[in-house]
């Protein structure tokens, strides 16, 4: 349930048509839901923080996803977005939510029942290295677009042809935040923070060849940038920088509601 699903609630409350004892049933539930012993759905997130609990897909059965679903889908008409989910599961959980897209490439699968509402007039570019790093790019594109935010891509302007993003630049200069996901030595996010006054988040990528260490390297390169208005997440960590890139771009929102 959300403020705007609530002030309806209260409203309805208030003008008859709705008891207070129906009411009081459905605000009940909007602290948390035991989902048959394996999950606490946190119906109550979406007021306190903005947007509903995301689904961590990896781990978890095709039940139990379709039953954190089923309990989130019942509570509210929100979003709701599965994340590192297989194509094989994914498959299943559709045949329970048909009306849910699979994004194979990002393994994320949302339901959505209406348009995510524009919250900010600023705009979220994310940037990738490289093609190989386009599916942790698209996991954040997805998550700051369901989010509410005006969301653009640019994808493989690497350093190994930096001309490439210099192409680019008015795009990179406009944006209110940038997420950049690289892999490899992880050098791009300091490029691209150099050019700029806004937020760069920068993604580490596990993608390259041995002494990368699966993301290691690029994500200590991150970390030790000369560029402070870099912030780094975890390794892979499309849906955090994605999610983070929306709370900064949607910050003057806070004192509006």
Known sequence: MNEKEISLLLEKVANGSLSVSSAQAQLNRMAFEDVDGYASVDHHRSIRKGFPEVIFGQGKSVEQIIGIMTSMAGASDDMILVTRIGSEKALEVIKTFPDATFHEDARMLILSRKEPEIKSEGNILVISAGTSDIPVAKEAFLTARSMGNHVS?????????????????????????????????????????????????????????????????????????????????????????????????????????
């Open 153 to 257: 891509t640019i994808f493989d302007v690497g350093v190994a042809g930096i001309h490439r993003l210099f192409a680019h630049r008015t795009r990179i200069e406009d944006a209110s935040v940038i997420i950049v996901v690289a892999g490899m030595e992880g050098a791009l996010p300091s490029v691209v923070a150099g050019m700029v006054r806004s937020p760069v988040i920068a993604v580490p990528t596990s993608i390259g060849y041995g002494t990368s260490f699966g993301g290691i390297t690029a994500l200590l390169g991150m970390l030790n940038s000369c560029s402070s208005n870099i912030a780094v997440v975890n390794i892979d960590n499309g849906f955090g920088a994605g999610y983070m890139a929306s709370a900064i771009n949607q910050i003057t929102n806070k004192s509006t509601g």
